[in-house]
């Protein structure tokens, strides 16, 4: 059974939100400890649908991973690594729909001297995997793909047969994170020196926290070096809050009349943060005050209840508190070098930039076509619905004239999450009622989204 939501208009928002921790660091955090030699606990684990696939697929590759509940929605997670090579095999392995699982995962498969069967759910079958397959196979993993008639592209499920690979040096032609991560993930097999070249920088979390797992890495703006070397456990690691989960309510409390809201201990990576750099560029009221994640308020209250001991995090990511105050906002141009730091906001972007006043441009957004659903599509049709002027011209930009009004209406989800929620923001800031529907998706990254947004509907 698909579930709707119904969305009224909010008068303001106020108050202090916690988001959940952050999705491409969770799984990063299970995959590297997974690996690593020693015992990793992990902090303030997120339990979305994405990052439990992760944890449960790293099982069944034989880790010992075990979870105690925090809250409702996170965990403190413990994995006890047994080294590079100490994964079990396996025939198969079904991956849901977690893009960043299957790509991430791909690389550490192929640096193993086995043969496996990697699935995808629905949505994750019609994504491209091209990106990842043709690097791992000049590393020297052999990898067998799903063609489909009168298409270029390669797509799950993915047979991947690793082992002996050799470091390359790889200029991507695709600005892709997770690509940049298989590659190195794959690189920590690999005799030799693995080098990358990004076309423009993207989130670099895999980087940060391979240095924290004693990597032998190196990193010059856009360049990466990695040689093989055996990882040890960083000990403990924290993570932060999902910026793209704080970009809703960011978003909520720019649009909202008198809205005034505080996100709480939000990882401000500068690779991830360009949704803050885009809204106050538009004249948004935003300010951060930065913390060190040694002083996090949630790793130490954790730290007094179990007694860990704590380690040195010069490389963690950095964190702080998010202030954001309803402001008037104006068009703006967001340029393609500027998309890898918010490409998962460009959504609710569409959202701001349909209430601002002017004209937004967004250039160079093609990768928003192949994500859980074809973003830019999902959300012109959603927002032309809600009476936005929005059009798409030529096959990467998207052209909107803000306007102050958006009218209720009805839109679906088109089974993304980021498109449920930025359309259950756009119901908030419009006129009349919004319905939208088949929002089940949203558990994919925020299961607690609808519980704080009806915090703010009475
Ligand atoms: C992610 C990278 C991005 C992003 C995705 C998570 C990651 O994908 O859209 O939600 O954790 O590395 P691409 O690498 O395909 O741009």
């Known amino acids: 059974m698909r579930h ?8 303001s928002i106020k108050g202090s939100v916690v988001v959940p921790a952050d999705k491409s660091i969770a799984h990063r955090s299970i995959m590297i ?40 929605y996170t965990a403190r997670v413990l ?31 192929a640096g193993l001297p086995a043969s496996v069967i990697l699935k995808g759910g629905i949505s994750l079958s019609r994504r491209p995997m091209s990106r990842i397959a043709q690097p791992l196979r000049k590393m020297g993993a052999v990898i067998k793909s799903r063609q489909v008639r009168g298409k270029m592209e390669e797509y799950p499920p993915l047979m991947i047969k690793g082992g002996n690979l050799k470091g390359i040096s790889y200029k991507m032609p695709v600005a892709s994170a997770q690509v940049k991560s298989c590659i190195l993930l794959a690189g920590l097999f690999a005799q030799g020196r693995t080098t990358i070249i990004e076309p423009i ?3 670099d979390h895999t980087e940060k926290m391979l240095k924290q797992f004693k990597a032998k890495i190196k990193v010059k703006r856009e360049k990466i070096i990695l040689q093989k070397k055996s990882l040890c456990s960083a000990g403990r690691i924290y993570i932060p809050g999902d910026i793209s989960c704080a970009s809703f309510f960011i978003v909520a409390a720019t649009i909202i009349p008198d809205s005034r809201i505080c996100l709480k201990s939000v990882g ?34 954790e730290k007094r209840k179990t007694g860990a001991k704590s380690e040195k995090r010069k490389d963690g990511e950095p964190i702080g508190d998010i202030f954001v105050r309803t402001s008037k906002l104006r068009g703006t141009v967001i340029k393609k070098d500027e998309i890898p730091s918010l490409i998962d906001e460009l959504p609710i972007l569409m959202v701001a930039a349909a209430k601002a006043d002017g004209k937004t441009e967004i250039i160079g957004a093609g990768e928003l076509k192949i994500k859980e659903t074809d973003r830019i599509n999902s959300m012109v049709t959603n927002l032309l619905k809600m009476g936005a002027d929005i059009k798409i011209a030529g096959l990467r930009k998207i052209i909107i004239r803000g306007s102050t009004g958006l009218k209720g209406a009805r839109v679906r989800s088109f089974a993304d999450h980021r498109t449920a929620m930025s359309m259950v923001i756009a ?22 989204f609808l519980k704080l947004v009806k915090r703010f509907l009475c």
């Open 79 to 109: 994995v006890e690594g047994k080294g590079l090579y100490s994964l079990k095999s396996k025939q198969s392995l079904f991956i849901g729909d977690s893009g960043t699982t299957f790509r991430l995962l791909s690389g550490i498969l």
């Open 201 to 203: 920088k993207t989130r």
């Open 427 to 448: 119901g908030l800031a419009a006129e009349g009622r919004t319905v939208v529907d088949d929002i089940d998706c949203i558990a994919k990254s925020f299961p607690n």
């Open 4 to 11: 709707s939501f119904v969305v009224k208009p909010a008068k």
């Open 33 to 72: 400890s997974a690996i690593s030699k020693g015992k990793t606990e992990i902090l303030n684990f997120p339990l979305n649908k994405d990052c439990l696939i992760t944890l449960r697929v790293f099982q069944e590759l034989g880790v010992k991973i075990s979870m105690i509940k925090s809250t409702p």
């Open 268 to 301: 401000i990576n500068p690779t991830r943060t360009g949704i803050i750099k885009v809204l106050r560029r538009m004249g948004a009221d935003i300010k951060l005050k930065t913390k060190s994640e040694k002083r996090k308020t949630g790793a130490k209250s």
